[in-house]
């Protein structure tokens, strides 16, 4: 019976192995809305940051990196649902006080660079010097509906002055971008940037007869017909300033319902550009005659404009333009849009121009919020990923990265020797490696250098050592050789050459040097 009870017991302990599924293998993907960034891409991201970071050092701003985690009354003011605040944002409610947020209370990732600012500047005002200028440059986070080319985490790189309503920190704002467009490979031509003021556009509205809490959704309106000018061009604003306008496919848009004296004072804003600043200012002055919100903007934008004159920045790099209008609802005083100038081709093989890759303006109410106080403030802020995009589309960058140095392993016993070889060419700033694989095949090792574009492969075997040589072999010049040189050609340039193991270092650099030139 012992016996029977075992098996049984064994019988039963297969069967319900039997009935055990393995579990599921996790599938390696990427989450919703997010990428991987791999080696050149970061290479550059971090190369054209290293050098927008020098300029804005130049003109004297420091550094600074807040917590990518801020409470959501720092987010608070830009969160559309306050009973759930994590619309638009990554958020989430503490159930402990670990974070220094109090127990219950909303955290959320930074949606940019300026909400942590204006609580920075608020936390350490005692501390800091007023002015104070900063740039910071990280990653940001949002909640958002992703799309080609929109992702949920993305760069950004801002610079701001905080603590003064002086026009020369606007117009220091508008110099600085203009240098660092110039510093990162964009070509005086190519860009420009274009200034506009939001007192200028609340004149305008109030002589048209739109101020006033009334007339908000008019006004709403009458932005988002000045925004669409280049592609609907005049008569297609002036239909949304007045009942409307029907598209192509049918579809109608309502109006801002204006009159056409109305509407003649916005299209005159929108028109009132002219072939130098003080010609512009003048035509808006005329404009915004008898309102004083008016009168004040048109102050402010002669005052840029002649601070960025006396620099040396004329309309070639700066503009004053009155079409400039987004943000202008977030903005209180001057605003700005870098925008690139040069043709490209879209996704659906349209020639248009680049567009935009920074914007900013002057923000006064946003540290009022923490302090109660109005504290002025002004920057701008760029789109990292727009302005690399920039710099492919110009061949700035986009090349492909070269890899390193790769010493191959002919004899796994003499590893020491290939790596005494590395740590000289590294010593000397060259980038090198050891094959870490599998020596046993020769050809895995050239694969592998073929992976990493090494543009060079040291070979070591047991006779060169006993002859104290090596083997530099070229493999960019043995591409090139493989692909159509003639008999003579490769005889006449020979992609692998052999020389003293003291001259390693200086061979390989020469090798390097004449690839660069060639």
Not at 117 to 125: E, I, P, S
Not at 352 to 364: L, M, T, W
Not at 377 to 396: E, H, N, Y
Not at 407 to 429: H, I, K, N
Request: charged share 30%; net charge negative.
């Amino acid at each position: 019976m012992r016996l029977n009870a075992g098996r049984a017991t064994e019988q039963g302990r297969h069967i319900i192995m039997a009935k055990q599924k393995k579990a599921p293998r996790h599938k390696a993907i990427t989450p919703k809305g997010f990428r991987d960034y791999f080696g050149s891409e970061v290479t550059e991201r971090a190369t054209m940051l290293s050098k927008i970071a020098e300029v804005y050092h130049r003109y004297g701003f420091d550094a600074l990196e807040t917590s990518a985690v801020e409470t959501v009354e720092a987010l608070g003011k830009f969160l559309p649902d306050v009973d759930r605040p994590n619309e638009g944002v990554f958020a989430w409610q503490e159930d402990d006080t670990g974070t220094g947020a109090g127990e219950g209370d909303w955290v959320a990732l930074r949606y940019d660079m300026t909400a942590p600012l204006a609580r920075v500047f608020a936390q350490h005002r005692n501390d800091l010097p007023t002015p104070y200028r900063r740039y910071a440059m990280g990653p940001v986070w949002r909640n958002e509906k992703p799309g080609p080319g929109r992702y949920r985490q993305f760069y950004q790189c801002d610079a701001d002055t905080v603590g003064t309503a002086s026009m020369a920190a606007d117009a220091e704002i508008c110099a600085m971008l203009s240098d660092t467009l110039e510093a990162v490979g964009i070509a005086r031509g190519d860009y420009v940037i274009r200034v506009n003021n939001r007192k200028v556009l609340n004149g305008v509205m109030e002589v048209a007869g739109l101020s006033g809490d009334d007339k908000e959704a008019e006004r709403g309106i009458v932005l988002r017909a000045i925004d669409k000018l280049d592609r609907l061009g005049v008569e297609g604003v002036r239909a949304l300033l007045g009942e409307g306008r029907k598209d192509e496919s049918g579809d109608f848009t309502k109006g801002a319902g204006l009159t056409d004296a109305q509407a003649d004072v916005v299209i005159g804003f929108m028109d009132a550009k002219g072939e130098s600043g003080a010609v512009t200012v003048a035509r808006l002055r005329c404009l915004v005659e008898g309102s004083k919100v008016g009168e004040d903007g048109v102050g402010e934008l002669e005052q840029i404009a002649a601070l960025l004159d006396a620099g040396g920045y004329g309309p070639d790099r700066i503009e004053i333009d009155p079409a400039v209008v987004r943000g202008l609802g977030y903005y209180t005083g001057p605003v700005y849009e870098a925008e690139l100038t040069f043709d490209v081709q879209n996704e659906k093989g349209q020639t248009v121009q680049f567009g935009s890759v920074a914007g900013g303006g002057r923000y006064d109410d946003l540290v009022k919020r923490f302090t109660g106080q109005e504290v002025p403030a002004t920057g701008v802020s760029i789109g990292v990923d727009r302005l690399l995009a920039a710099l492919r589309a110009t061949g700035k960058i986009g090349t492909e990265l070269q890899g390193p140095v790769v010493v191959t392993v002919m004899d796994r016993d003499r590893m020491a020797d290939y790596q005494a070889m590395v740590s000289e060419l590294r010593s000397v700033g060259i980038r090198a490696e050891v094959y870490l694989g599998n020596p046993k095949n020769f050809g895995n090792q050239m694969k592998y250098a073929d992976r990493r574009a090494s543009p060079i492969a040291i070979i070591e075997g047991g006779d060169e050592k006993d002859r104290g040589v090596v083997q530099i072999k070229d493999l960019i010049l043995g591409a090139e050789l493989a692909k159509d040189a003639s008999l003579e050609e490769w005889k006449s340039r020979p992609s692998q050459i052999e020389v003293p193991r003291d001259a390693l270092v200086a061979e390989v650099r020469k090798m390097l040097e004449a690839q660069r030139a060639g």
